[in-house]
């Protein structure tokens, strides 16, 4: 299942994103590190759910793969990584998830997908706005990706939990996610 934002991202957001593609670059790179590390700690945290396990491990290992192909191009501009920081709007999203074993579990799916879903909104703009070649290539590819990634989420949180209860929380997740999104100032990020 495709998930439909609720706020959609101005279009100059993608502009100044290749205006200032070599800030982008790092914070991109961070995303994808941080993405494979969420991946292995579901790994972690859920041994005994069988099919989130392969997922998450699948995952980890693409999201990995995205993190090499970032930094290889960062490299080839003479970029570095930067140390890491909190992302203000996953740690805002965060805060919405609930507590309780079984709340936990589905929010921080459906959180997740969520966050896959602004990333494929997000570098599909971008790839949009970029002139043709290998980095246009590169972002189309990363879109197709990660609009995977929000629908194996959710196919996920509809396996373990009742289908209609998870999407009455989606829908919850998505107007929070809104909300935070909207509110947040337009630079070259990620989030």
Same mark, same amino acid.
């Given at each position: 299942?495709?998930? =439909?934002? !609720?706020? $959609?991202?101005?279009?100059?957001? @993608?502009?100044?994103?290749?205006?200032? /593609?070599?800030?982008?670059?790092?914070?991109? @790179?961070?995303?994808? !590190?941080?993405?494979?590390?969420?991946? /292995?700690? /579901?790994?972690?945290?859920?041994?005994? %759910?069988? +099919?989130?396990?392969?997922?998450?491990?699948?995952?980890?290992?693409?999201?990995?793969?995205?993190? %090499?192909?970032?930094? $290889?191009?960062?490299?080839?501009?003479?970029?570095?990584?930067?140390?890491? =920081? !909190?992302?203000?709007? *996953?740690?805002?999203?965060? $805060?919405?998830?609930?507590? &309780? $074993?079984?709340?936990? #579990?589905?929010?921080?799916?459906?959180?997740?997908?969520?966050?896959?879903? %602004? &990333?494929?909104?997000?570098? &599909? /703009?971008?790839?949009? *706005?970029?002139?043709?070649?290998?980095?246009?290539?590169?972002?189309?590819?990363?879109?197709?990706? =990660?609009?995977?990634?929000?629908?194996? #989420?959710?196919?996920?949180?509809?396996?373990? #939990?009742?289908?209609?209860?998870?999407?009455?929380?989606?829908?919850?997740?998505? +107007?929070?996610?809104?909300?935070?999104?909207?509110?947040?100032?337009?630079?070259?990020?990620?989030?």
């Amino acid at each position: 299942m495709m998930i =439909e934002l !609720k706020y $959609k991202t101005p279009t100059d957001w @993608a502009e100044g994103v290749v205006d200032a /593609m070599d800030r982008f670059l790092p914070d991109h @790179a961070a995303a994808e !590190k941080k993405a494979s590390s969420m991946a /292995m700690t /579901m790994v972690s945290h859920y041994p005994d %759910r069988p +099919e989130l396990v392969a997922a998450m491990v699948d995952l980890a290992i693409e999201e990995l793969n995205h993190f %090499r192909a970032v930094v $290889k191009l960062m490299q080839e501009r003479g970029l570095h990584l930067l140390p890491d =920081e !909190k992302d203000p709007y *996953v740690n805002e999203l965060r $805060k919405s998830i609930r507590t &309780g $074993k079984d709340l936990f #579990f589905m929010d921080r799916l459906l959180v997740a997908g969520i966050i896959e879903a %602004r &990333g494929a909104e997000r570098f &599909g /703009m971008v790839a949009d *706005v970029l002139p043709g070649g290998p980095l246009k290539k590169f972002y189309r590819s990363i879109t197709q990706s =990660e609009e995977g990634h929000e629908t194996l #989420f959710i196919d996920l949180a509809e396996l373990y #939990f009742d289908p209609g209860v998870t999407r009455l929380r989606l829908e919850q997740l998505l +107007e929070t996610e809104a909300d935070i999104i909207s509110g947040l100032p337009l630079r070259p990020a990620l989030h």
